[in-house]
């Protein structure tokens, strides 16, 4: 058995040739390069129950041989895939089952009789080794395609494989790349194309997966959990956001920025670094540019739709809906053009380069903290910025219930971020309360800032229909504010599930 550690990267085909003449691929410290021809035949049950045990096995020819290969876990982070692999050369086409059976039993129990091809990979490999900062690293520039019955997926990729050294490399070696040639992270892999092909599954957006910690955790790496979780979470809906016009994908990206920006704020209270502060610069910039969309999207779908929907006849209403979908359609287009650039695959890749670089194996002085005492700390300290603001609540102006909201959202996501190491039964109903506080005073932020662009969208013919707006959101505010009052109690009640 072996740990395949690589960094899969998509480039478009037109750009493969620069790629190759680029300075560091002709290092006099690599090799030269080879091509070969790769057809690989994946298996898996009628079911798909390999790909439901994260297993992966293949048939691969290479000239006049073929490779059996079994991959199995593994983990992405940034692009960076690590999957533990067993290959073995086999005398033909064919299964060798026995072999299969040698590989640790990790195969479920019952499948061996039912495997069958269920897609194929098929592509040339220009291959190479480089040395590069103290590491070992193959070079892979695979160009070909995925075919799953009459589908197919065009591949053209860059895979970087650490045979030796440090993770850290890979990245800090596809930036040096990236200053000549467009690059691209890719998460997805070539079988888990091959199953989406397949399956021919719509993309969907995925939605926070909070980590599993430990109470024997350092503090170190359950920031690092945390942090994975969320670059996981923007990583997947990102492909949805360019490409989909459902903007939940876009909601989704936005919150887990807002997750990730949370805990890089722990990091930075654990150790100051230099790198991790610039890092933290940049998401909270892109979640105010991100946020600019979300304020068009909430005016338009719970406060103008809405009263359109009442008043189908109102013009005026009706020219208010267009002129602020064309303003959501401006800021949409910024935002996509933002997650196509090459500027934010430089941003994935340094984050990549930090969460694998000396950050994390270098103890800060007084680092004897317990990870559960680092949490109550972080917790306590979240909640008494709450409590504070909540004081006011009774003559809150809108700006002050803009604060106390942020200080719920951060108190919540904390409390989700650290969750595992509680009594779920105690975390739970907390958590209840707390989402339906910050739901209520979210409801009320996007009122004042529907005021706020309605003071932008103002003129003389507009003044009647957005009169009639503003007093159907006095009305919401109102009502608002009622529930306001009895959500607090509620959630101020609530027993701290970290004591």
Not at 180 to 209: C, F, W
Not at 342 to 363: K, T, V
Request: glycine share 6%; proline share 4%.
């Amino acid at each position: 058995m072996s740990v395949e550690t690589e960094l899969k990267l998509s480039l478009s085909p037109e750009y493969v040739d620069r790629l190759k003449r680029h300075p560091l691929l002709k290092s006099p410290a690599g090799s030269r390069a080879i091509t070969r021809k790769l057809y690989n035949i994946y298996y898996d049950t009628p079911s798909l129950e390999l790909r439901r045990n994260a297993l992966a096995l293949r048939l691969r020819r290479v000239g006049k041989r073929w490779l059996q290969t079994l991959k199995c876990g593994g983990s992405v982070q940034t692009g960076l895939h690590q999957r533990d692999e067993w290959e073995m050369p086999v005398p033909q086409k064919t299964l060798d089952l026995d072999a299969l059976s040698a590989a640790g039993g990790l195969l479920p129990q019952g499948v061996s009789g039912k495997l069958r091809p269920v897609f194929v990979t098929d592509f040339a490999r220009n291959l190479r080794l480089l040395k590069f900062g103290g590491a070992e690293i193959e070079l892979c520039l695979d160009s070909g395609t995925v075919r799953a019955g009459r589908r197919s997926h065009r591949i053209s990729e860059l895979e970087l494989e650490l045979k030796c050294g440090e993770p850290q490399q890979l990245f800090l070696f596809a930036l040096a790349l990236l200053d000549s040639v467009p690059l691209e992270l890719e998460d997805t892999s070539k079988p888990e194309h091959g199953y989406q092909l397949l399956r021919n599954e719509p993309l969907v957006a995925t939605k926070a997966r909070f980590p599993s910690l430990t109470v024997s955790q350092g503090i170190a790496s359950a920031l690092h959990t945390m942090i994975a979780s969320c670059l996981q979470h923007v990583q997947a809906n990102v492909p949805g956001a360019i490409r989909s016009r459902d903007e939940e994908f876009l909601h989704q990206v936005r919150v887990g920025m807002r997750r990730l920006r949370v805990v890089l704020a722990m990091a930075e209270a654990f150790r100051a670094d230099h790198e991790l502060h610039a890092l933290h610069e940049q998401v909270a910039q892109m979640c105010i540019e991100f946020g600019g969309l979300r304020e068009w999207d909430v005016f338009i779908t719970q406060t103008l739709t809405p009263i359109c929907s009442d008043q189908p006849d109102n013009t005026g209403l009706r020219q208010l809906l267009s002129a602020s979908e064309k303003e959501r359609a401006r800021y949409r287009a910024g935002v996509v053009r933002r997650l196509q650039s090459q500027d934010y695959q430089r941003f994935l890749l340094r984050f990549g380069a930090w969460m694998f670089g000396g950050y994390w194996r270098e103890p800060p002085e007084g680092s004897g903290t317990a990870l559960a005492d680092f949490a109550v700390q972080n917790l306590a300290k979240r909640k008494r910025q709450a409590h504070k603001l909540g004081k006011i609540l009774a003559t809150a102006d809108p700006s002050q219930l803009h604060r106390l909201r942020i200080a719920c959202k951060k108190l919540r996501y904390s409390s989700e971020m650290f969750g595992s190491l509680f009594e779920a039964t105690s975390v739970k109903p907390y958590v209840a309360a707390l989402s339906e506080l910050q739901d209520i005073l979210g409801v009320l932020n996007d009122l004042a800032v529907a005021h706020r662009l309605l003071e932008g969208l103002e003129n003389r013919r507009r003044h009647e229909t957005l009169e009639l707006i503003r007093g159907c959101m006095a009305r919401d505010r109102a009502e608002l504010m009622t529930k306001l009052a009895t959500a607090w109690p509620c959630f101020a009640g609530q027993k701290e599930f970290w004591k």
